[in-house]
Every structure is written in C-alpha cells, then in structure tokens.
C-alpha cells in the first residue's frame, strides 16, 4: 500500500499545474481624454484674438455700464467691451477703451502681446483684472508721447489718476467694410471673404444649404410692420431673409438697395398662415386673401448684414 501511495505522489508531482489566466490589461486611458478640449474662442471670422483671447461664454460688460459703477468690477477678473481709442504708437504696447476723459488704459499681461497700432476705431473685449493708478508726471508724459501726442505731453505737470487694466486676453473685432459706403446690422460684414452673387447661389443652392455663407442681392421687399425680415432677388419666390435671435431689424424704406447678409439658408415649407402673414406685413393685403397654399422658399437666418448706403440726393 505505502508503495502505490508513493508511486501516485510521483505522477502527482510531474503533472503540472494548469497556469491561470492573465488578466487582461486594463487599457490605457486616450491622450485626449487626459486634456480638457479648449474652449472655442469667439468667431474668429468676426474677431482677431490676442493672449489667451476670448472664449465663447461670459457676456462681456459694456464699458459705460462698468464706468457708472466701478467698484463692482475693480480687483476681481472681469470682461468688458468697449471702442479702441488710442493705441501705443511705439509699439502697440498699450491702448486706450472709451472716448470719456480719462481713458480706461489697458495694458497686457507679462508683456506678452501687442495690438495692431492702427486699432483705433474697433471694438475691443478686454477679460483681467482693473484698478485705480495713480500715474508719476512721467509715466503720463510717456503714454501721450507713445500715442503721438508730443505737444500735450510737454504741457503735463501732474499724473493722470485713471483706471488701469491688466488684460490677459483680448479679442478686437474685424475691420468691417468700408463703413462711408454700408450701413452694418448685427455682427456687420466684416473685410475677408467675398460674398457669392445671388444668381450664382440659386443655381446650384446645395452648395450652400447647411453652411455659414455670405450671400450679395438686391433687396425686392421689407417688413413694413417692424423691419424684421427681407426678401432678396426679384425671382418667385424670393430668398426670406430674417435675423438672428429676432436681434436687429432693416429700415423699412430699404428696398432697392443691394444687401450682403452672412449666415446660414435652408429650403423651409411655409403654412398658408405664414405666407399669408407675410404678404400681408409687405403690404400685400389682397394677393394675402388669395393665397391657398404655402410657399415653399430659402429662408436665410442672418448674423449679419450689411446694406449699400442710399445714393447721395
């Protein structure tokens, strides 16, 4: 017995043990997941970004409303719009936000980025921190002489006490076209891309259906209760342009004029109220009574628009 026992023991210990199963890896987490996407900056077909720029988000303060009440703002990081004044001539190092005397002077983080100097004019948002300075007989003499004011600077025999603001970000809108020659609406139509022609557009309109576009015609009808929408084109149907988040209006005595609109177009099905409502807001009371069915047509949903100046008389 002790031998078949020691015989079994044997076998038992040649026999090997059945590995167990690895477990599997736990895969690693993505790249991309570890990182937080940034956050998109405003348009930058509408915008140029400087510093960390200015991000979608947070409505920026008007600087009027801030001025009537700073204390609310100062020492805490705030985002502010306003018009470009003055800028540094020497370098761009500097600008100035706001026409009231004294300017808000707007200088930029760590000296680490400059404005075009030839800014003045543009809107400007501005996102950091603002304080009340009190500025030496020099540093005043300095920022007039910077901006090109030598004679100004020369009769300065005490500091100016203004606010200052250390911007981390800026975002300074597009020069738009030439505003002698276009009235602007909304966002405006800034210089860059050239607007397709009408005609060109109906042609082959699924080029464009679904995507930001900038469309120039001739403006055939206008809301005559409000202004808040317009035909483009004299072909039937018209191209139904209205505006974004019901946010501006054309001057109703518009018609005739060319417009550049920018935004997006989709083919939309009219109800005969809607057709009928429309007629009737252009005017058109008694072809509104024969309408039976609704129109089918582009609408075009507006950003922004730009219309050619009337002809001087």
């Given at each position: 017995m002790a031998l078949v026992l020691t015989f079994a023991a044997a076998i038992a210990a040649q026999t090997p043990t059945p590995a167990a199963?690895?477990?599997?890896?736990t895969p690693a987490a993505p790249a991309a997941a570890a990182q937080e996407k940034a956050p998109a900056k405003l348009d930058e077909k509408t915008y140029d970004h400087f510093g960390t720029g200015i991000t979608v988000g947070d409505k920026a303060a008007p600087l009027a409303d801030v001025l009537k009440n700073p204390e609310q703002f100062v020492g805490k990081p705030v985002r502010i719009e306003g018009p470009i004044t003055a800028v540094c001539q020497t370098k761009g190092c500097w600008m100035h936000l706001g026409s009231q005397q004294p300017p808000v002077m707007v200088k930029f983080k760590d000296y680490g980025f400059f404005m075009p100097k030839d800014s003045s004019g543009r809107t400007a948002?501005?996102?950091?921190?603002?304080?009340?300075k009190q500025e030496t007989v020099e540093q005043t003499k300095h920022y007039l002489e910077d901006a090109g004011k030598h004679d100004e600077a020369a009769k300065v025999t005490e500091g100016r006490k203004l606010f200052h603001?250390?911007?981390?970000?800026v975002a300074i809108q597009k020069r738009k076209l030439d505003e002698k020659a276009w009235d602007h609406f909304g966002t405006g139509i800034v210089e860059g891309d050239k607007a397709a022609a009408l005609a060109d557009v109906l042609k082959n309109p699924e080029q464009f259906v679904g995507k930001t576009v900038r469309i120039e015609g001739p403006i055939t009808a206008i809301c005559q209760t409000k202004g808040c929408w317009m035909h483009l084109g004299s072909q039937q149907p018209p191209v139904m342009v209205k505006f974004k988040d019901y946010g501006f209006f054309m001057p109703k005595d518009a018609s005739g004029r060319?417009?550049?609109v920018e935004g997006t177009m989709a083919m939309?099905?009219?109800?005969?109220?809607?057709?009928r409502h429309y007629l009737e807001d252009a005017g058109k009371t008694e072809e509104a009574a024969k309408v039976t069915e609704g129109r089918k047509l582009f609408h075009f949903m507006a950003s922004g628009v730009a219309i050619q100046k009337p002809a001087a008389k």
């Amino acid at each position: 017995m002790a031998l078949v026992l020691t015989f079994a023991a044997a076998i038992a210990a040649q026999t090997p043990t059945p590995a167990a199963p690895a477990s599997p890896a736990t895969p690693a987490a993505p790249a991309a997941a570890a990182q937080e996407k940034a956050p998109a900056k405003l348009d930058e077909k509408t915008y140029d970004h400087f510093g960390t720029g200015i991000t979608v988000g947070d409505k920026a303060a008007p600087l009027a409303d801030v001025l009537k009440n700073p204390e609310q703002f100062v020492g805490k990081p705030v985002r502010i719009e306003g018009p470009i004044t003055a800028v540094c001539q020497t370098k761009g190092c500097w600008m100035h936000l706001g026409s009231q005397q004294p300017p808000v002077m707007v200088k930029f983080k760590d000296y680490g980025f400059f404005m075009p100097k030839d800014s003045s004019g543009r809107t400007a948002i501005v996102e950091g921190t603002m304080a009340m300075k009190q500025e030496t007989v020099e540093q005043t003499k300095h920022y007039l002489e910077d901006a090109g004011k030598h004679d100004e600077a020369a009769k300065v025999t005490e500091g100016r006490k203004l606010f200052h603001f250390m911007a981390s970000g800026v975002a300074i809108q597009k020069r738009k076209l030439d505003e002698k020659a276009w009235d602007h609406f909304g966002t405006g139509i800034v210089e860059g891309d050239k607007a397709a022609a009408l005609a060109d557009v109906l042609k082959n309109p699924e080029q464009f259906v679904g995507k930001t576009v900038r469309i120039e015609g001739p403006i055939t009808a206008i809301c005559q209760t409000k202004g808040c929408w317009m035909h483009l084109g004299s072909q039937q149907p018209p191209v139904m342009v209205k505006f974004k988040d019901y946010g501006f209006f054309m001057p109703k005595d518009a018609s005739g004029r060319t417009a550049i609109v920018e935004g997006t177009m989709a083919m939309k099905q009219e109800t005969v109220e809607q057709t009928r409502h429309y007629l009737e807001d252009a005017g058109k009371t008694e072809e509104a009574a024969k309408v039976t069915e609704g129109r089918k047509l582009f609408h075009f949903m507006a950003s922004g628009v730009a219309i050619q100046k009337p002809a001087a008389k």
